[in-house]
């Protein structure tokens, strides 16, 4: 099985086992077949404290930093080093679409700050905050603001995301929107993104699990954040992608709300 990506003017190829031995012709007939392609990379999954892929490039150019278009957004990445992926460039509008004007957003797992170039584009928000801990994404993040000169919406945070989203708390910071697109761990942050909520808050959130997992899932996500002063509701879940045979890139908007005071009383 052959799957691919191009970010910019580079392929990003995976390959089933049974056919890993003929990755130079792959390579090589994209080349011929996209001709803005000038760089190859096998995809050996991903590694690291950053969750950053590990790539091989088996042709073209020597080379892993590119510029991609989206949205008539200027995105510069380096693909060895950063997380970034295309496929999510649906998501990243209709996830705009529903930021109101002067609305704050907080991006907990930022990378190059797509969601966030995006969402200050073409929604008016208050503020958007990019978090994340790679050192080089939040370097290539800054670059994408300032070339994109989105320098007045988005606030870059470098550092781990439970602290920096704690440091947000106690500055007074409670956000409308929260992104969470970590997958594999974004379950373990939830704690951390009500911090931000004030009365309402809607988590845009992103996962990839097992296919026969996904509504479990779901619903402990509803139970993990609806407590005694809060209720959870999933307003949205959708199947993004197929990850691996078993697995899938899952996104749901999960809106919370704190309860008001006469409805704590009557749960009593």
């Known amino acids: 099985m052959v799957s691919y990506d191009i970010v910019g003017d580079i392929a990003i190829i995976k390959l089933s086992d049974e056919i890993l031995h003929r990755e130079g012709v792959i390579a090589k007939r994209i080349l011929q077949e996209h001709k803005n392609v000038r760089v190859v990379c096998l995809d050996k999954g991903v590694r690291g404290e950053f969750r950053t892929r590990d790539l091989e490039i088996v042709a073209g150019e020597k080379r892993t930093v590119t510029t991609?278009?989206?949205?008539?957004?200027?995105?510069?990445?380096?693909?060895?080093?950063?997380?970034?992926?295309?496929?999510?460039?649906?998501?990243?509008?209709?996830?705009?679409?529903?930021?109101?004007?002067?609305?704050?957003?907080?991006?907990?797992?930022?990378?190059?700050?797509?969601?966030?170039?995006v969402i200050a584009k073409y929604a008016q928000p208050g503020i958007v905050y990019a978090i994340d801990k790679n050192p080089y994404a939040m370097e290539f993040a800054?670059?994408?603001?300032?070339?994109?000169?989105?320098?007045?919406?988005?606030?870059?945070?470098?550092?781990?995301?439970?602290?920096?989203?704690?440091?947000?708390?106690?500055?007074?910071?409670?956000?409308?929107?929260?992104?969470?697109?970590?997958?594999?761990?974004?379950?373990?942050?939830?704690?951390?993104?009500?911090?931000?909520?004030?009365?309402?808050?809607?988590?845009?959130?992103?996962?990839?699990?097992?296919?026969?997992?996904?509504?479990?899932?779901?619903s402990e996500i509803e139970k993990t954040l609806s407590?005694?002063?809060?209720?959870?509701?999933?307003?949205n879940l959708r199947m993004i992608k197929t990850y691996s045979p078993r697995e899938v890139y899952i996104g749901m908007d999960i809106e919370v709300c704190r309860r008001s005071s006469a409805g704590r009383a009557g749960d009593l």
Not at 79 to 104: I, N, W, Y
Not at 228 to 235: G, P, V
Request: proline residues 2%; glycine residues 4%.
């Open 142 to 218: 800054y670059k994408n603001i300032s070339r994109n000169k989105l320098l007045h919406k988005i606030e870059l945070v470098e550092g781990d995301a439970r602290e920096a989203v704690k440091g947000l708390y106690q500055n007074g910071v409670r956000a409308d929107h929260v992104i969470m697109n970590l997958p594999f761990s974004a379950y373990n942050f939830l704690d951390s993104a009500m911090l931000l909520l004030k009365n309402t808050i809607m988590i845009h959130y992103y996962d990839i699990i097992n296919r026969d997992r996904v509504w479990d899932r779901a």
């Open 68 to 117: 991609h278009v989206e949205y008539g957004l200027v995105i510069e990445v380096d693909v060895g080093k950063c997380f970034f992926t295309p496929r999510l460039a649906f998501e990243r509008m209709r996830v705009a679409r529903q930021v109101r004007k002067d609305q704050v957003v907080v991006d907990m797992f930022a990378g190059v700050a797509p969601f966030a170039l």
């Open 227 to 235: 407590k005694r002063d809060t209720s959870a509701k999933i307003k």
